[in-house]
């Protein structure tokens, strides 16, 4: 199993370009979860998906920022355009229902 | 809805044990989670309690839970700098499907 692959792991943009953060979920694995870190927030759940399905978008901040899951196999987090206070790790989760979940080794985007 | 809380730092000597608190307010919880973040990777489980258990021991690890005062404790034995780290607490509700996670607290060990 090579769990949660998130791509790409670095990313520096300018501030106004788009950005999108790639996710693909351990196989079988029915919820997906974005979550974004910072030093100042902690660990903010973003959104999170069931069967592919956005189940709850209520921690997404704003309409600059959009996540899609075309297939069970992968997701995506699109920011468009970028700022510079979105610069934090964004970490991608999967789990099984009541189960624990497996993040990704995330992706490090500075906004310049 | 839940909340949980952890102290942000640590400071043990090489050798010593380190306890990492952790507290919760939902007294419906069932799976109790501690994870393991290294610097510059993701969150990785270290282990888990269900809630109705008030202890679990893996190798140096210790999960100790007093559901009666809301609270969690991970301990590490004979601590290395091997185990340097950010520790984050998780806890899931009854009836919730995503755990609401701790803000942290950053072990670490001397030499």
């Known amino acids: 199993d090579a769990g949660v692959i998130q791509s790409p792991r670095h990313e520096v943009t300018e501030m106004g370009q788009e950005v999108t953060l790639r996710c693909k979920p351990i196989s079988g694995h029915d919820y997906l979860f974005w979550y974004r870190q910072t030093m100042m927030r902690g660990l903010e759940l973003l959104i999170y998906?069931?069967?592919?399905?956005?189940?709850?978008d209520s921690g997404m901040p704003e309409d600059r920022f959009s996540a899609k899951m075309p297939n069970a196999s992968f997701s995506t987090l699109k920011i468009q355009p970028s700022e510079p206070r979105d610069s934090a790790v964004y970490f991608c989760?999967?789990?099984?229902?009541?189960?624990?979940?497996?993040f990704g080794n995330g992706t490090r985007l500075t906004v310049t | 809805g839940e909340d949980v809380e952890q102290s942000l730092f640590l400071s043990v000597r090489e050798g010593d044990s380190s306890v990492i608190n952790c507290t919760y307010t939902?007294?419906?919880?069932?799976?109790l989670y501690w994870y393991k973040q290294e610097p510059g990777a993701g969150l990785q489980l270290l282990t888990y309690i269900f809630s109705n258990m008030d202890m679990k021991q893996d190798q140096r690890l210790t999960v100790l839970l007093n559901k009666k005062d809301k609270h969690l404790s991970l301990r590490i034995a004979d601590t290395q700098t091997g185990d340097s780290a950010i520790y984050f607490c998780a806890v899931l509700s009854g009836g919730s499907y995503i755990p609401t996670f701790g803000r942290g607290t950053s072990l670490i060990v001397h030499p």
């Open positions: 939902d007294s419906s919880s069932t799976y």
């Open positions: 998906f069931n069967n592919n399905v956005p189940i709850d």
């Open positions: 989760a999967s789990s099984l229902y009541n189960s624990p979940l497996h």
